[in-house]
């Protein structure tokens, strides 16, 4: 009788919000996010990119100290706000390095090139029509990228590219081999945001107050080490051109202005800029084909819909670098894919985001088949300890959690009773409970971390 009268409150409770709020999509919609598709126009995204030429100083008879650079202003402090194509990876530029003064080398080089991006997609929930109410639960979060050709030395230099030919040591002309256009594959990688930054619309060098290699915001807050800042020369080794940009939650480098063996002075209050541990992150192997590439974003649904996500590259061995065959990576079409002239094709291939809402007419469904049995009961045992959990994890009772409470849930709704047709058999006797813990028991479970949000503790799941 309670049980009825429980399920009696909550129709009731679901009829009124659906009078008051008619276009709120219901429970198994699936609602997708597309910058100028059914009027959405709130996404951003931005990417920054620097060079690094190795053996800087080289040239046919001098053998230099070998320190590594950086690069020019234009590719170190890209802001690519408006750029139709995003890379993400690692890139083989030039076949050339620098001496200095405009000259270059064979012996100065190869060059390559670094990009790394940031996307969001802004105003996704809310009480508006095709929006997501802040109540609802997320089945499934989904980001589809479109990858296509990088935009190759010449297009990713902008007015920055040196040229078919450049000058040399002694007066001479040497042809300056430079890597086309092409489509790459690599361990794409998707991290949380930790903190602001400024998505400018610029491409090519950056103004005041926008995202570059350096900084978050240009001229007011620097990345949290950049090992960069005053240094235009780094130690010979194209991997530490890595550390310029974001830093991750547990980089030991943290608040570093330049890395050792530079200097290890430490900015105090200085904090994380994105965090590769947090449960919700992705790192899967997208292949070279031009397609769209997916990526499951639901552990991360708050941040991909807030300050934004992190996308690098993470390379198959460190000794292994790219070459002008192969690169390390994908160019994805941007929210501005197409620019103002934008045609129907062009739309279609811009980033989408696509949620999947959860049906939760039945507690206890995790995976959503409708009953609730042994595959909801692994689910909860994989995910039992969590403090960042969500319905699909099996938090039933949306406190975050997944403990001995959402195991009830599962007793009190479990399939196996229901079909006896007696209200009072759907809360199992204390056997079965002592049974359903053993079974959680014994199951693997996630390791337990904690999520990060500009320092503070935050819940993946919305309640």
């Given at each position: 009788m309670i049980i009825n009268k429980?399920?009696?409150?909550?129709?009731?409770?679901?009829?009124?919000?659906?009078?008051?709020?008619?276009?709120?999509?219901?429970?198994?919609?699936?609602?997708?996010?597309?910058?100028?598709?059914?009027?959405?126009?709130?996404?951003?995204?931005t990417s920054i990119r620097w060079a690094y030429g190795v053996n800087f100083g080289d040239t046919p008879g001098y053998d230099h100290s070998h320190p590594g650079d950086p690069g020019s202003y234009e590719l170190r402090n890209t802001n690519s706000g408006s750029s139709e194509i995003l890379e993400v990876g690692q890139f083989y530029h030039h076949i050339l390095g620098g001496v200095g003064g405009g000259v270059f080398s064979l012996e100065a080089?190869?060059?390559?090139?670094?990009?790394r991006m940031m996307i969001r997609f802004r105003d996704v929930f809310g009480t508006a029509e095709g929006q997501v109410p802040s109540d609802a639960t997320i089945a499934k979060a989904t980001l589809k990228l479109y990858n296509t050709f990088d935009l190759g030395a010449e297009g990713s230099a902008g007015?920055?590219?040196?040229?078919?030919?450049?000058?040399?040591p002694g007066g001479v002309t040497l042809d300056n081999l430079h890597a086309e256009p092409k489509l790459n594959g690599g361990k794409i990688s998707v991290y949380p945001l930790l903190s602001s930054i400024k998505y400018g619309k610029s491409d090519g060098a950056a103004v005041k107050g926008e995202t570059t290699a350096e900084w978050k915001r240009r001229g007011k807050e620097m990345w949290a080490a950049t090992f960069n800042k005053g240094l235009w020369e780094t130690p010979n080794d194209p991997i530490i051109a890595q550390f310029f940009?974001?830093?991750?939650?547990?980089?030991?480098?943290?608040?570093?202005?330049?890395?050792p063996p530079f200097d290890a002075t430490v900015t105090p209050g200085v904090t994380a800029d994105y965090d590769s541990s947090h449960p919700g992150a992705?790192?899967?192997?997208?292949?070279?084909?031009?397609?769209?590439?997916?990526?499951?974003?639901?552990?991360?649904?708050?941040?991909?819909?807030?300050?934004?996500?992190?996308?690098?590259?993470?390379?198959?061995?460190?000794?292994?670098l790219p070459t002008m065959e192969q690169n390390f990576g994908n160019a994805y079409r941007s929210h501005e894919f197409g620019g103002t002239d934008a045609s129907a094709d062009d739309i279609a291939t811009r980033p989408l985001l696509v949620i999947e809402l959860g049906d939760a007419t039945i507690p206890g469904d995790a995976n959503g088949d409708g009953v609730v049995d042994v595959g909801d009961l692994g689910i909860v045992g994989a995910n039992f300890g969590s403090t960042i959990a969500t319905w699909p994890d099996g938090d039933f009772n949306g406190d975050g959690h997944v403990d001995?409470?959402?195991?009830?849930?599962?007793?009190?709704?479990?399939?196996?009773?229901?079909?006896?047709?007696?209200?009072?058999?759907?809360?199992?006797?204390?056997?079965?409970?002592?049974?359903?813990?053993?079974?959680?028991?014994?199951?693997?479970?996630?390791?337990?971390?904690?999520?990060?949000?500009?320092?503070?503790?935050?819940?993946?799941?919305?309640?």
């Open positions: 429980c399920k009696q409150a909550l129709t009731i409770a679901w009829a009124a919000t659906a009078v008051a709020v008619p276009t709120n999509p219901a429970a198994g919609d699936i609602l997708t996010f597309q910058q100028g598709v059914n009027g959405y126009d709130r996404g951003q995204d080089g190869p060059t390559y090139r670094y990009s007015n920055a590219f040196m040229g078919d030919t450049v000058g040399g940009g974001p830093r991750d939650f547990n980089d030991p480098y943290i608040g570093h202005q330049a890395g992705v790192e899967v192997f997208q292949d070279a084909t031009e397609e769209f590439k997916v990526f499951d974003v639901t552990g991360l649904i708050d941040f991909v819909t807030g300050e934004g996500i992190f996308l690098t590259v993470l390379l198959p061995d460190e000794s292994e001995v409470s959402d195991l009830g849930i599962i007793g009190a709704n479990w399939s196996a009773a229901q079909t006896t047709g007696s209200t009072t058999s759907l809360i199992p006797e204390p056997a079965t409970l002592t049974l359903l813990g053993l079974g959680v028991l014994g199951l693997p479970r996630r390791r337990r971390q904690k999520g990060h949000w500009n320092g503070h503790t935050r819940f993946a799941g919305r309640t």
